[in-house]
């Protein structure tokens, strides 16, 4: 039998730079970086950079263990590994990324599931480098200190066009004040190349209890040390949200029976939000996934699912007041009749595909149980013509 033991001392890796030093080397490891505007100024303040790291000092017979790094202590302003880098004067955060293989569909584009993976990841990041994460999934010091973790109340993406495969990307994320307990947290997605913009992205969060499963209030000390990085920048201007209705079973598509899988539990141990807009996609009938795409999606997250949950995926069409090429049609739905009786069922729907309109879904993720069933999220995606801009085909 092989035995090992393995032992970490813990040191500080120092390393000093000078601006020339980055824009010489580290451009080396990003490739390109665009230091403009606020990430001009950030790099200013690039004069020494601390990073906490954990060396091995035993090893599997005799040979040496892999070096492991540990959550930093201390603020970062550039990460060559992540290819990330602190931005708008001091407080944002940018990194750098690829669209690999297992992040797009058949068409060869970035998922809106790969999308919000990337916003969720980049989040992290961005409180990894702040020096504030504890060992929580995106908790800080304070917040583990009173067993509080983030949970998402809402999100909202907007898509004008999805990244291909092998595309690079740039992708911001900053965070500011969202009522007195909660935190807004925007993102915009461009591209490396030519700096359009590809998405943007909010959301907004609160902090539940880990022990007790239940809302609270934001402490003062997390408050404080969150509070020195919101900034008033929104990727998406709204004046009010529009309201969701809640669908009953009496919705047209319905997807019964779905039940979350070991691998469908972040660590905080309930179904990642990426999850559910899966599970909501799987009830758009395949007429409308061949021909649209997903341009917009709003989620409002009621209650967390856990791994006993059996959940039910009801859709509804919007089939009033659908837009065409930006312009409500109030014709629409006269076209899409017969002898004064709307087309039911897919005859509608194809018939409002030949139109070239945009389609509008509610949705709506609740968990079953024998007497009642419980809401889970709510949604409501906006669909747009599919347009091929893939450089290849195959």
């Known amino acids: 039998m092989t035995t090992f033991s393995l032992s970490y001392v813990s040191c500080f890796k120092t390393t000093s730079f000078s601006r020339s030093d980055i824009n010489h080397d580290f451009l080396r490891i990003f490739g390109r970086f665009r230091f ?61 990324v690829v669209v690999r293989s297992y992040e797009v569909g058949t068409d060869k584009t970035a998922t809106p599931q790969s999308i919000l993976n990337l916003l969720q990841e980049t989040a992290l990041n961005h409180v990894w480098m702040s020096g504030l ?49 909660g935190m807004r947290r925007d993102w915009e997605i461009r591209s490396h190349a030519t700096g359009i913009v590809f998405a943007r992205a909010t959301s907004t969060w609160v902090m539940m209890n880990q022990k007790t499963r239940r809302l609270s209030k934001m402490p003062d000390e997390v408050r404080a040390e969150i509070s020195p990085w919101f900034i008033q920048k929104q990727a998406i201007k709204e004046d009010c949200h529009e309201k969701i209705e ?54 409002e997250y009621r209650r967390e699912c856990g791994s006993s949950d059996v959940v039910q995926s ?41 139109e070239g309109s945009t389609i509008r879904y509610t949705h709506l993720l609740q968990a079953k149980e024998e007497s009642k069933c419980q809401e889970i999220v709510r949604g409501k995606t906006i669909w747009k013509k599919r347009i091929n801009l893939l450089p290849f085909s195959g």
């Not at 302003?77 to 708008?88: A, E, H, K, M, T």
């Not at 999100?155 to 965070?175: A, F, K, N, R, S």
């Open 314 to 354: 009801l859709c509804e069409p919007e089939e009033i007041g659908m837009i065409k090429d930006g312009v409500q049609d109030t014709n629409l739905m006269d076209r899409c009749s017969i002898g004064g009786g709307i087309i039911q069922g897919n005859g509608l729907l194809n018939c409002l595909l030949n």
């Open 246 to 299: 809640k669908l009953d079973n009496n919705a047209r598509y319905v997807n019964s029976g779905l039940q979350p899988k070991r691998s469908d539990l972040d660590m905080n141990k309930h179904v990642n939000n990426v999850k559910y807009l899966g599970w909501m996609l799987e009830a758009i009938p395949d007429e409308c996934l061949e021909s649209y795409q997903l341009s917009d999606i709003t989620l």
């Open 36 to 96: 403009t505007g606020a990430s001009a100024a950030a790099t200013t303040k690039i004069d020494r950079i601390t990073t906490m790291v954990v060396a091995s000092v035993a090893g599997v017979n005799g040979k040496a263990m892999a070096e492991r790094t540990i959550i930093p202590t201390q603020k970062q302003f550039v990460d060559p590994f992540r290819q990330g880098l602190i931005i708008l004067d001091g407080v944002g955060y940018q990194q750098t």
């Open 133 to 181: 994460l504890g060992d929580g999934f995106g908790a800080t010091h304070g917040m583990m200190k009173n067993d509080l973790i983030w949970v998402v109340s809402r999100m909202q993406l907007q898509v004008d066009q999805y990244p291909i495969w092998g595309e690079i990307l740039e992708i911001d994320t900053w965070v500011g004040a969202s009522g007195k307990n």
